[in-house]
């Protein structure tokens, strides 16, 4: 765990905790509801298409660990929207490199970017083209990161013209150990 630093330098904060601390909330998944996005009820790997938060927390809740981390990025200002765009994809990278690092299986990995590999969906008429690649997000599992980030320490805000974007690993085992 020392070594990750060094081996992914873009990470900001992270911990290894057990997965009975991540809180989940209907709030979360009705804020996705509301579709600020514009992915709600579009995409296989958000609401509704992920199934009800009962079955979503039991499945998370199956794994005793989770490795949470954040990464914070640079703006021009607070409208910097290619800027954020830009980091989201970043931070979805280094998701994909430290999961492939710890092994992680794919359908054990919750990032900041709902899955956008096809141009076009095919929810609902058709099953996923690619489910072994999908990439779901931390709000789309009812995951009230804010909370998350209060009850391990992590930084939600990390200053002005800054952006931080999280993501969870769920593990067998503590990697920190």
């Known amino acids: 765990m020392k070594n990750l630093k060094e081996k992914f330098p873009a990470l900001r904060e992270w911990i290894v905790i057990e997965t009975d601390r991540i809180v989940f909330s209907e709030d979360t998944v009705k804020a996705c509801a509301r579709?600020?996005?514009?992915?709600?009820?579009t995409n296989w790997s958000c609401p509704p298409a992920?199934?009800?938060?009962s079955y979503l927390e039991k499945k998370i809740r199956a794994y005793p660990y989770v490795f949470f981390f954040s990464t914070c990025h640079?703006?021009?200002?607070?409208?910097?929207?290619?800027?954020?765009?830009s980091a989201r994809q970043e931070h979805t990278r280094l998701t994909e490199e430290i999961a492939e690092h710890f092994s992680v299986p794919h359908d054990c990995v919750l990032g900041a970017e709902a899955c956008n590999i096809c141009k076009q969906c095919t929810y609902p008429s058709a099953p996923c083209r690619?489910?072994?690649?999908?990439?779901r997000t931390v709000e789309s599992h009812g995951i009230d990161v804010v909370v998350l980030c209060e009850r391990t320490g992590l930084k939600y805000c990390n200053g002005q013209n800054t952006v931080t974007?999280?993501?969870?690993?769920?593990?067998?085992?503590?990697?920190?150990?």
Request: net charge negative; aromatic share 14%; proline share 2%.
């Open 74 to 85: 640079e703006l021009e200002d607070s409208f910097d929207l290619e800027g954020m765009d």
């Open 165 to 177: 974007y999280f993501s969870l690993l769920f593990l067998e085992k503590n990697v920190s150990e």
């Open 50 to 53: 992920v199934g009800k938060l």
């Open 130 to 135: 690619f489910p072994e690649r999908q990439r």
């Open 35 to 41: 579709n600020a996005c514009g992915c709600y009820g």
